[in-house]
């Protein structure tokens, strides 16, 4: 199965960019990335996704690389509702990561 | 609110018993996802139904089996339940078959099974 590895924690500071990179070495050229979050223990929220060029909508920007092994979820401004357990996934059955633990800072 | 529901929210039951986790899919979905979260194993792909037959499995053991009905609701059986059973079940479901932009899938927000 296709694996995603994530660092296991980040720190951001309230107000400033939150980068978080994903590793998708293993990804096949017809599937998606997918970011999720979550809060808690709540149900995982989708955040955005990408096949090869970046994207960007009301939440976030993806930046995915020309090899499209590895991608960067941009949170702009960070604030502390930022803070969650952050997941890359690829492809239909969403095979998870680990995911990163960011936590927003004041 | 995601639009996915899912019953009941919690479930506390004892080892060897039998349980049934319920899910709704959001309105047009046709797609229904079961992923287990437990502590030391994160969130593990199930298996995926797309209106009424089954797609893919991913680690589902024997003990468990799930079902996608034709209102397209779906539930997951768990059964000779054990200690290492209990765990977050979340149910996803989407519009597409499992592939491309169509996939954005929707959580519930889970069943937690605590089996004693």
């Known amino acids: 199965d296709a694996k995603t590895t994530q660092p296991p924690s980040m720190d951001c500071a309230e107000g400033r960019a939150a980068n978080l990179p994903c590793n998708h070495s293993?990804?096949?050229?017809?599937?998606?990335v997918y970011w999720y979050r979550q809060i808690h223990s709540q149900g995982p929220q989708y955040i955005i996704h990408?096949?090869?060029n970046n994207e960007t909508n009301e939440m976030a920007s993806l930046i995915i690389t020309e090899d499209r092994k590895s991608s960067t979820l941009i949170l702009p401004h960070a604030t502390l509702r930022d803070t969650a357990v952050y997941y890359c996934a690829e492809g239909g059955k969403l095979i998870f990561g680990q995911g990163t633990e960011l936590s927003v800072k004041p | 609110d995601s639009g996915v529901t899912q019953t009941p929210k919690h479930l506390i039951t004892a080892t060897g018993q039998r349980v049934t986790l319920r899910c709704s899919p959001r309105s047009g979905d046709l797609s229904v996802y079961w992923y287990q979260q437990s502590l030391d194993q994160g969130l593990q792909f199930l298996i995926h139904y797309y209106n009424g037959e089954e797609r893919a499995k991913g680690n589902i053991l024997e003990r468990f089996s799930a079902q996608q009905f034709p209102d397209l609701h779906s539930e997951l059986n768990l059964s000779s339940l054990e200690l290492g059973d209990s765990a977050l079940y979340f149910c996803?479901?989407?519009?597409?078959?499992?592939?491309?932009?169509?996939?954005?899938?929707?959580f519930g927000a889970g069943t937690r099974l605590s089996v004693l």
């Open positions: 293993t990804i096949s050229g017809n599937e998606y």
């Open positions: 996803a479901s989407s519009a597409g078959q499992g592939r491309g932009a169509k996939n954005i899938q929707y």
């Open positions: 990408g096949l090869k």
